[in-house]
């Protein structure tokens, strides 16, 4: 296959095209079968807590772990049979921050880029290492510089051959709030520029902030797949807080079955939006006699959805 774009039937190839991944450690099984098609313009986030699968099935996209079965395209370039082309389109800011420490950070940026074959790309590199406002350290040795500087050294080198594919691995664990905002905006303006991005990560936040579509993985499978928006929508739960004038108010009987708390004259009703309309339900404390002095709705978050396929919470904020 050529490195064009598209096919010869004119649709667009997929950037990343994952097939029945499977990868154990041992006895371990790491990914037990992972299927995605993430299309080329995306902001793509896998979701999911730590020890789910996430950087085994970025480090098998990169080419840096085999699978044992199944197989990945990049670009129509397969990542065993066509390593180097299916390495060439990706640009991969792992985990784990592996650096040499005597080299400066125009070295280490010019060298990647080198290393892909790519030259004279000087205007690409100055702004790469401008928008991670790294223009002053140019000259520096890597180890003069703290984690966070380190870490936006790593994606300016990731990225020095201007893929049209990036793939970043927790780009934002552990680092401060700032930095977070910053990477956050660079990924996005990466992305508007027509970047394919896929993001790991185990901040909501971060998957809701920033990402189109995303995947769920939890113990190496892929739990959800859907457009965020679809992902929330399609939680029918529905809250809904009321504060009733009266204390002592007696709760007419076709509103008991929903109430899942009571204090004094706060309560919080819960039910499914497709089985029950808020409104029926206000209508019926109002005609019981009931004054509501206050009312307040809740839609589900990515994290109770989250909580709701896997049982399990996503790691807490980390304290920075
Ligand atoms: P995540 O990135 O979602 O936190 P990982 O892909 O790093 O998850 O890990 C998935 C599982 O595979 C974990 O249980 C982890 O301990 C295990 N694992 C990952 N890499 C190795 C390895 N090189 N050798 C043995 N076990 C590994
Ligand atoms: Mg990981």
New binding site residues.
């Given amino acids: 296959m050529n490195r064009a774009a598209s096919d010869t039937t004119g649709t667009a190839q997929p950037a990343l095209d994952i097939q029945g991944i499977r990868k154990s450690?041992?006895k371990?099984e790491?990914l037990k079968g992972i299927d995605l098609t993430i299309q080329q313009g995306e902001f793509f986030g896998l979701l999911?807590?730590?020890?789910?699968?996430?950087?085994?099935?970025i480090n098998t996209i990169a080419g840096l772990t085999r699978p044992d079965s199944g197989r990945v395209q990049v670009l129509g370039h397969d990542t065993v049979a066509d390593y180097r082309h299916a390495r060439r389109n990706i640009g991969v800011v792992p985990?784990e921050l592996v650096y040499d420490p005597f080299f400066t950070v125009e070295e280490v940026v010019g060298n990647q880029a080198g290393y892909f074959g790519v030259r004279g790309n000087d205007a690409w590199i100055s702004e790469l290492l401008k928008a991670l406002d790294l223009d002053d350290k140019r000259d520096s040795n890597l180890r003069q510089l703290s984690g966070g500087m380190k870490r936006r050294v790593l994606i300016a080198q990731a990225l020095a051959h201007k893929p049209p594919i990036a793939i970043l691995d927790e780009p934002t664990a552990g680092v401060d709030v700032e930095l977070r905002q910053g990477l956050w905006r660079f990924a996005q303006r990466l992305n508007r520029e027509g970047m394919t991005v896929v993001l790991?990560t185990h901040y909501l936040e971060e998957a809701e902030e920033l990402c189109d579509r995303i995947a769920i993985i939890h113990h190496?499978q892929v739990q959800a797949l859907d457009s965020k928006e679809a992902l929330l929508h399609r939680d029918t739960r529905r809250s809904m807080e009321v504060e009733l004038a009266d204390p002592e108010a007696e709760i007419p009987a076709s509103v008991t079955p929903f109430l899942m708390e009571r204090d004094g004259g706060w309560m919080r009703l819960q039910f499914n939006r497709e089985e029950q309309s808020p409104v029926a339900l206000l209508n019926q404390l109002q005609e019981a006699g009931l004054t509501i002095s206050d009312l307040q709705t809740r839609s589900p978050s990515l994290e109770d959805i989250f909580l709701d396929l896997t049982g399990e919470q996503l790691a807490p904020e980390e304290v920075t």
Avoid: D, M
């Fill in positions: 450690y041992g371990l790491a999911g807590p730590n020890g789910a699968g996430k950087s085994t099935l985990q790991t190496g």
